[in-house]
């Protein structure tokens, strides 16, 4: 990107290095969480570009779903920091250290990151269309009406334009999750994270909610996803990452990290796996 320079006596044309640069759109830097003594994130470093859809891999244990709940601050770090689009998440820097932001701060942020959760997480209570439209009224982005007919359009988006009316028993697991994913996009996210998000569905669902995520990929949407799924990481990702106790072991694209894994520790996983 060039910009011009005028001065009284000349005008120059400079490029500016930094004018087109925009932040990562998730950035993890140095990432350390310990449960007693159990160290299940070992200095995790990871940054994921605007538009990008990030896969996650690796065994049961390895710090997967962990490093996806910092991103939002479900989970606290003990050492180390995320950013998304460029701000602090959780934290503000005070006086060269980083100190824990108020909840109510936290939650501000966290409306801007969607997460879908593994076991749904809907209110049993609410219609498949309150639980989408809830966020966007508690959050006083929208009026009730406005809530309500976003989450009929999202709904719709979904693949679920008649299921307004149901609740969450009367729904499949598939049915459940793509209500879940309808949520998450409610509050116009700048990054979706999920967390295994088809672990949890018998296997004749798992489709339907993957090719509610291959569509969304497809928007540019920035996606995170924790998943054990090889054949959508292998389709729709544009950066997998492979962790195994609690450190990234490699990553790359799919071709890369799929196809031609270097590290020892990838190539036995995979071979389990494929």
Known sequence: MTTDATTDTA???TLDP???VRPAAVEVHGAHKWFGANHVLA???LTVQPGQVAVILG?????????LRTVNHLEKLDRGHVSVNGELIGVRRHGGRLKELGERAILRQRAGIGFVFQNFNLFPHLTALENVAAAPVATGRVDKAAARELAAELLARVGLADKNGAYPRQLSGGQQQRVAIARALALRPGVILFDEPTSALDPELVGEVLGVIDDLASTGTTLVVVTHEIGFARRVADLVVFLDHGVVVEQGTPAEVLDHP???RTRDFLAKVL
């Open 262 to 264: 270097r590290h020892p």
């Open 18 to 20: 930094l004018a087109d």
């Open 43 to 45: 200095g995790i470093d």
């Open 59 to 67: 065994p049961s244990g390895s710090g997967k779903s962990t490093l």
């Open 11 to 13: 005008t120059a044309t």
